[in-house]
Nanobody, 119 residues
Framework: QVQLVESGGGLVQAGGSLRLSCAASERTFNNYAMGWFRQAPGKERELVAAFGWTTYYTGSVKGRFTISRDSAKRTVHLQMNSLKPEDTAVYYC???????????????WGPGTQVTVSS
């Protein structure tokens, strides 16, 4: 069973930073592609960043967000800098056994963590 546990969301002013973390089991961390999606109010879920065949970022976060892996802690991080009100969303950690599917329709989702950016 794949379990993903997110942490690090919260309220921040525009221009600020947050770091999200996603803890996974050793099996998941070592054998699954992992990444982050988000869903803003009234909008569809969108891929933010992921480790697929390459490291992928959606255009609106390039240069501001960084996805990274901590092997010792079996954790994937999403460092979010220069946050904007339009980054407000529920952020989900995702995993999939396929490096292709992680960007499109990942099989496993965490419960989500709220990120709110005030103007």
């Amino acid at each position: 069973q794949v379990q993903l546990v997110e942490s690090g969301g919260g309220l921040v002013q525009a221009g600020g930073s947050l770091r999200l973390s996603c803890a996974a089991s050793e099996r998941t961390f070592n054998n699954y592609a992992m990444g982050w999606f988000r869903q803003a109010p009234g909008k569809e879920r969108e891929l933010v960043a992921a480790f697929g065949w390459t490291t992928y970022y959606t255009g609106s976060v390039k240069g501001r967000f960084t996805i990274s892996r901590d092997s010792a802690k079996r954790t994937v991080h999403l460092q979010m800098n220069s946050l904007k009100p339009e980054d407000t969303a529920v952020y989900y950690c995702v995993a999939d056994s396929s490096r292709a599917s992680i960007k499109v329709n990942p099989a496993y989702w965490g419960p989500g963590t709220q990120v709110t950016v005030s103007s």
